[in-house]
């Protein structure tokens, strides 16, 4: 198993930036691709980014495409989601996800193929 802990969310005007970060513990960080998924009030959870175990594989959902960055450093258990150009509809709780997938480059982007998830950070972008 693995236990995830999301923090880095805040209050942040449009057109600004945050970074959040998703500490895991356990030694087997590496076994896992990580996925980023939010929930607005009043939606559905839905997928924003995900990164291989190895980290050389990405992807975005279309409404956060060049906007935000996913990465990972396996060295400190840890991943990064860089949001920049903010607006008014990113705001939610953000989540991360762990997913114990087998291949090192592969990756889902459905949350029912995660089971592993944190309390989730909220992000408020004021216009």
């Known amino acids: 198993q693995v236990q995830l802990v999301e923090s880095g969310g805040e209050l942040v005007q449009a057109g600004g930036s945050l970074r959040l970060s998703c500490a895991a513990s356990?030694?087997?960080?590496?076994?896992?691709?990580m996925g980023w998924f939010r929930q607005a009030p009043g939606k559905e959870r839905e997928f924003v980014a995900a990164?291989?175990?190895?980290?050389?594989?990405?992807d975005y959902a279309d409404s956060v495409k060049v906007r935000f960055t996913i990465s990972r450093d396996n060295a400190k258990n840890t991943v990064y989601l860089q949001m920049n150009s903010l607006k008014p509809e990113d705001t939610a709780v953000y989540y991360c996800?762990?997913?114990?997938?087998?291949?090192?480059?592969?990756?889902?982007?459905?949350?029912?193929?995660?089971?592993?998830w944190g309390q989730g950070t909220q992000v408020t972008v004021s216009s």
């Open positions: 996800a762990a997913d114990p997938v087998f291949s090192p480059s592969g990756y889902h982007t459905a949350s029912y193929e995660y089971p592993y």
């Open positions: 356990g030694r087997t960080f590496r076994s896992y691709a």
């Open positions: 990164v291989s175990r190895n980290g050389g594989s990405t």
